[in-house]
């Protein structure tokens, strides 16, 4: 296993780095600009914060679109709830996300720069501003911290300008995309904060960088945020966390709107981007939950659900009463037991709602519920009456 | 050849008032909770009439017609 990249540098648990420690350790901060957008072109550096777009593509149209007026978000708003590798980035790395911001400023020709951070992510929020504190006058003045309400819809991009522009962290109807039309009309770079970090790194090697952050939550005696290899084997993820605490029933690759694995064949799975796009799997936000056998999964499917229901912004119709609705329905199978017509309704409701949304909540959603009852088909088709409540 | 057009509808804006299935039946219809699914794809040129109808009548504005995106990438 090579070295961290990321993470290489002091432990990670003693907290922010300091600018002369960063710059001892990595030299300054190289130029950005037009070589830099084809280098990323190049290395297929894909986005880290869900949706894995790749990065040199997006940062090549934000520049055609800039007029010398763009907008940079660096994206820390982190509401998956189970991930904490942004969270651990912002409070060890700051300099490193900072540099990656200053350079995607550079490269897509941005006079601004806006730190986007979840406001109960505290120690975050601290070292971030505390790092800025440490940069040059003209970063200083370039750059302003906003801090995002604790929504899960909160990171989309969409949202991101939303909260910015006008003070409310909801998606709006896109097109115009954030990238055409952003921050104050102007076309807006939203990039997650461990993929702004990762071009700190690619600025000053030249190559592609070769690790991804993963955050192991659930079932395992050691959960936490890892930096891995790409291609490292899912087990060997769930091996630095301890490895599994009990009997593993499925893993859920890539958080909340990723996809149910049996355990079998979960382990051997190449924690990479296009490896996993390839299989029909995303690696979303880099979170691997584990549920154990113990736990009945059509319990925690529903509750997840309902999570996810109450997370709509509701503005769109579809997604505010669809997603309620399929709650609803797993969750009376959760407590009264299989009903024919509630599995009929989950089915019929899923592609009632499936591409309704201004945002993709609704669809992730969806593709949540789809792929659990797939991989869970016997419990949902079978399950008894609990008396239990699952949350 | 003529200009093609397609419903859009702004689903932030939508109210689920229904009255655009009312009017063209013939490409929308409401879901189980009263809100329009639009058949993909241009309006037959018979229909134009009462697509625009129902774009004109949506009382909070929220359906639009707008030049299909197949006629985008055909040259002139």
């Given at each position: 296993m090579s070295a961290p990249q990321l993470l290489a540098g002091p432990d990670?648990?003693?907290?922010?780095?300091?600018?002369?420690?960063?710059?001892?350790?990595?030299?300054?901060?190289?130029?950005?600009?037009?070589?830099?957008?084809?280098?990323?072109?190049?290395?297929?550096?894909?986005g880290r914060g869900g949706a894995g777009f790749p990065v040199g593509l997006k940062w090549r149209a934000v520049a055609a679109a800039s007029h010398g007026s763009a907008v940079v978000i660096a994206n820390g708003a982190e509401g998956e709830p189970h991930s904490r590798k942004d969270r651990l980035l912002m409070t060890s790395r700051p300099h490193l996300i900072l540099d990656g911001a200053m350079l995607a400023a550079a490269s897509v020709n941005a006079k601004q720069v806006v730190l986007y951070i979840g406001e109960e992510h505290h120690a975050a929020m601290r070292s971030m501003s505390g790092a800025l504190t440490e940069r040059t006058e003209h970063e200083r003045r370039m750059v302003r911290i906003v801090a995002a309400p604790p929504r899960y819809v909160a990171g989309d991009s969409s949202a991101t300008v939303h909260l910015v522009d006008a003070g409310i962290a909801t998606p709006t109807t896109t097109p115009p995309s954030p990238r055409d039309r952003g921050v104050g009309g102007a076309a807006t770079l939203v990039q997650n904060v461990e993929t702004l970090a990762h071009v700190a790194v690619i600025a000053r090697t030249g190559i592609a960088t070769d690790t991804v952050l993963i955050t192991v939550a659930g079932g395992v005696r050691a959960p936490g945020v890892f930096e891995v290899n790409v291609g490292t084997p899912l087990g060997g993820a769930v091996q630095l966390a301890g490895g599994a605490s009990e009997p593993v029933r499925a893993v859920l690759v890539g958080g909340y709107f990723g996809q149910w694995v049996e355990p079998a064949e979960a382990w051997s799975l190449p924690l990479d981007p296009h490896a996993l796009r390839a299989r029909g799997l995303s690696l979303g936000c880099g979170v691997i939950g584990l549920v154990p056998a113990s736990h009945c999964a059509v319990c925690e499917v529903a509750g997840i659900m309902r999570y996810l229901a109450s997370e709509s912004s509701a503005q769109c119709g579809p997604c505010f009463f669809g997603l309620r609705a399929l709650a609803d329905a797993c969750t009376r199978i959760a407590e009264r037991g299989t009903d024919p017509?509630?599995?009929?309704?989950?089915?019929?409701?899923?592609a009632e709602v499936q591409g309704r949304g201004a945002c993709k909540h609704p669809d992730g959603v969806v593709m949540f519920l789809q792929s659990a009852m797939k991989t869970f088909g016997d419990d949902f088709a079978h399950h008894p009456a609990h008396i239990r409540r699952s949350a | 050849?003529?200009?093609?057009?397609?419903?859009?509808?702004?689903?932030?804006?939508?109210?689920?008032?229904?009255?655009?299935?009312?009017?063209?039946?013939?490409?929308?219809?409401?879901?189980s909770w009263g809100y329009p699914i639009v058949a993909p794809g241009p309006i037959p040129e018979h229909l134009m009439g009462l697509a625009a109808r129902a774009v004109d009548d949506c009382p909070v504005l929220a359906i639009a017609l707008r030049r299909a995106q197949v006629q985008k990438q055909r040259p002139k």
């Amino acid at each position: 296993m090579s070295a961290p990249q990321l993470l290489a540098g002091p432990d990670p648990s003693r907290g922010s780095e300091r600018r002369a420690e960063h710059v001892a350790r990595l030299g300054p901060l190289p130029k950005g600009g037009h070589a830099l957008i084809e280098l990323l072109v190049r290395t297929g550096l894909t986005g880290r914060g869900g949706a894995g777009f790749p990065v040199g593509l997006k940062w090549r149209a934000v520049a055609a679109a800039s007029h010398g007026s763009a907008v940079v978000i660096a994206n820390g708003a982190e509401g998956e709830p189970h991930s904490r590798k942004d969270r651990l980035l912002m409070t060890s790395r700051p300099h490193l996300i900072l540099d990656g911001a200053m350079l995607a400023a550079a490269s897509v020709n941005a006079k601004q720069v806006v730190l986007y951070i979840g406001e109960e992510h505290h120690a975050a929020m601290r070292s971030m501003s505390g790092a800025l504190t440490e940069r040059t006058e003209h970063e200083r003045r370039m750059v302003r911290i906003v801090a995002a309400p604790p929504r899960y819809v909160a990171g989309d991009s969409s949202a991101t300008v939303h909260l910015v522009d006008a003070g409310i962290a909801t998606p709006t109807t896109t097109p115009p995309s954030p990238r055409d039309r952003g921050v104050g009309g102007a076309a807006t770079l939203v990039q997650n904060v461990e993929t702004l970090a990762h071009v700190a790194v690619i600025a000053r090697t030249g190559i592609a960088t070769d690790t991804v952050l993963i955050t192991v939550a659930g079932g395992v005696r050691a959960p936490g945020v890892f930096e891995v290899n790409v291609g490292t084997p899912l087990g060997g993820a769930v091996q630095l966390a301890g490895g599994a605490s009990e009997p593993v029933r499925a893993v859920l690759v890539g958080g909340y709107f990723g996809q149910w694995v049996e355990p079998a064949e979960a382990w051997s799975l190449p924690l990479d981007p296009h490896a996993l796009r390839a299989r029909g799997l995303s690696l979303g936000c880099g979170v691997i939950g584990l549920v154990p056998a113990s736990h009945c999964a059509v319990c925690e499917v529903a509750g997840i659900m309902r999570y996810l229901a109450s997370e709509s912004s509701a503005q769109c119709g579809p997604c505010f009463f669809g997603l309620r609705a399929l709650a609803d329905a797993c969750t009376r199978i959760a407590e009264r037991g299989t009903d024919p017509g509630d599995l009929q309704r989950l089915q019929r409701w899923s592609a009632e709602v499936q591409g309704r949304g201004a945002c993709k909540h609704p669809d992730g959603v969806v593709m949540f519920l789809q792929s659990a009852m797939k991989t869970f088909g016997d419990d949902f088709a079978h399950h008894p009456a609990h008396i239990r409540r699952s949350a | 050849m003529t200009k093609q057009f397609e419903l859009v509808v702004d689903r932030i804006k939508c109210d689920g008032r229904g009255l655009c299935a009312e009017i063209l039946p013939e490409r929308i219809r409401l879901d189980s909770w009263g809100y329009p699914i639009v058949a993909p794809g241009p309006i037959p040129e018979h229909l134009m009439g009462l697509a625009a109808r129902a774009v004109d009548d949506c009382p909070v504005l929220a359906i639009a017609l707008r030049r299909a995106q197949v006629q985008k990438q055909r040259p002139k």
